[in-house]
C-alpha cells in the first residue's frame, strides 16, 4: 500500500525557512522520480520541484529557482523540500507525489502539509 505523509508546514515570517519532509511507504522512493506540487487558496495544483530517479537531476518551476532545494534520504525513503527566503506568494498546501507515470506525472499524492508566509 503507498502511502506519502508530508510534515514540517507552518508558519514563518516573509524571508525565513521551512523544510518539508515526506515519509513513504509501500514503495521505494530510489525507484520512482518525485514531485512537490502546491496548491493556493483558490488556485490550482502548481507543481514546484522534481528529482529524477537516479537523483541526479533537480527541477523548479521559475518562482522558487533559486530559493527551494529538493532532495531524498534514499536510507530514510523520505522526500525533501528545503525552502528558504519564504515569500508571502509561497503560502499554500505542499504535497509530495510519486512520478508514476513519469516525471512531472503524479499516480500518488499526500495528504498535504500547510505553509503559511505571513508577518
Known amino acids: 500500500q503507498v502511502q506519502l505523509v508530508e510534515s514540517g508546514g507552518g508558519l514563518v515570517q516573509p524571508g525565513g525557512s521551512l523544510r518539508l519532509s515526506c515519509a513513504a511507504s509501500g514503495f521505494t522512493v530510489s525507484s520512482y522520480a518525485m514531485s512537490w506540487v502546491r496548491q493556493a487558496p483558490g488556485k490550482g495544483p502548481e507543481w514546484v520541484s522534481a528529482?529524477?530517479?537516479?537523483?541526479?537531476?533537480?527541477y523548479y518551476v521559475d518562482a522558487v529557482k533559486g530559493r527551494f532545494t529538493i532532495s531524498r534520504d534514499d536510507a530514510k525513503n523520505t522526500l525533501y523540500l528545503q525552502m528558504n527566503s519564504l515569500k508571502p506568494e509561497d503560502t499554500a498546501l505542499y504535497y509530495c507525489?510519486?512520478?508514476?507515470?513519469?516525471?512531472?506525472?503524479?499516480?500518488?499524492w499526500g495528504q498535504g502539509t500547510q505553509v503559511t508566509v505571513s508577518s
Open positions: 507525489a510519486r512520478d508514476g507515470y513519469g516525471l512531472g506525472h503524479c499516480d500518488y
Open positions: 528529482i529524477n530517479t537516479g537523483g541526479s537531476r533537480t
